[in-house]
T-cell receptor, first 119, second 113 residues
Framework: DAGVIQSPRHEVTEMGQEVTLRCKPI?????LFWYRQTMMRGLELLIY????????DSGMPEDRFSAKMPNASFSTLKIQPSEPRDSAVYFC?????????????????FGPGTRLTVT | LAKTTQPISMDSYEGQEVNITCSHN???????ITWYQQFPSQGPRFIIQ???TKVTNEVASLFIPADRKSSTLSLPRVSLSDTAVYYC??????????????FGSGTRLSIRP
């Protein structure tokens, strides 16, 4: 397997523009996660999906951010309109199912990230 | 929520053993403790995961005391390539509802020749 695939790797856009980040998880993984990483705030979980269903989006900063997972092999994170403070590296990760019976999560496999710069 | 606390940075030398401790005072009964490694311009990479006592794999050991309020990642005989940021993560599971995954602030480990 090629691992988690993200595109684009780099995105530079102007404030107010719509940005769409894409992710292809590892085949067979039930969980998909979107993270944002900045120097100031570190690595933040934005949202995650289980079997294509959004489970927890409490980390999404505001309504300008939205995420979808139309099928098991594709997810998008959209920012509309984008602002300079959205500049960050956005990671997608996928994971197999929760480990039973004690509930620990299996390891997450991270993609290479998308570096977003909003000017 | 079980927040984690780690040292911001650590320095060591090649060939030494490095121990990085993470505090997680509010860890829940079913939480697992996981450590990730991140190199510049890359996504984090899983190192090791454990629930209690000691876990060892080919790259590291994880020590968890009985009260589970802390854990220590041990890297034997480090090399320059171990220079990275190390994150301690406590997974708060939920079988049918939300799980909250919280990465700590990370420890920046620098290895010198």
């Amino acid at each position: 397997d090629a691992g988690v695939i993200q595109s684009p790797r780099h995105e530079v856009t102007e404030m107010g523009q719509e940005v769409t980040l894409r992710c292809k998880p590892i085949s067979g993984h039930d969980y998909l996660f979107w993270y944002r990483q900045t120097m100031m705030r570190g690595l933040e979980l934005l949202i995650y999906f289980n079997n294509n269903v959004p489970i927890d989006d409490s980390g999404m900063p505001e309504d300008r951010f939205s995420a979808k997972m139309p099928n098991a092999s594709f997810s998008t994170l959209k920012i509309q309109p984008s602002e300079p403070r959205d500049s960050a590296v956005y990671f997608c990760a996928s994971s197999p199912a929760i480990q039973y019976p004690t509930g620990g999560l299996y390891e997450q496999y991270f993609g290479p990230g998308t570096r977003l710069t909003v000017t | 929520l079980a927040k984690t606390t780690q040292p911001i940075s650590m320095d060591s030398y090649e060939g030494q053993e490095v121990n990085i401790t993470c505090s997680h005072n509010n860890i829940a009964t079913n939480d697992y403790i996981t450590w990730y490694q991140q190199f510049p311009s890359q996504g984090p990479r899983f190192i090791i995961q454990g629930y209690k006592t000691k876990v060892t794999n080919e790259v590291a050991s994880l020590f968890i005391p009985a009260d589970r309020k802390s854990s220590t990642l041990s890297l034997p005989r480090v090399s320059l390539s171990d220079t990275a940021v190390y994150y301690c993560l406590v997974a708060i599971p939920g079988y049918s509802s939300a799980s909250k995954i919280i990465f700590g602030s990370g420890t920046r480990l620098s290895i010198r020749p």
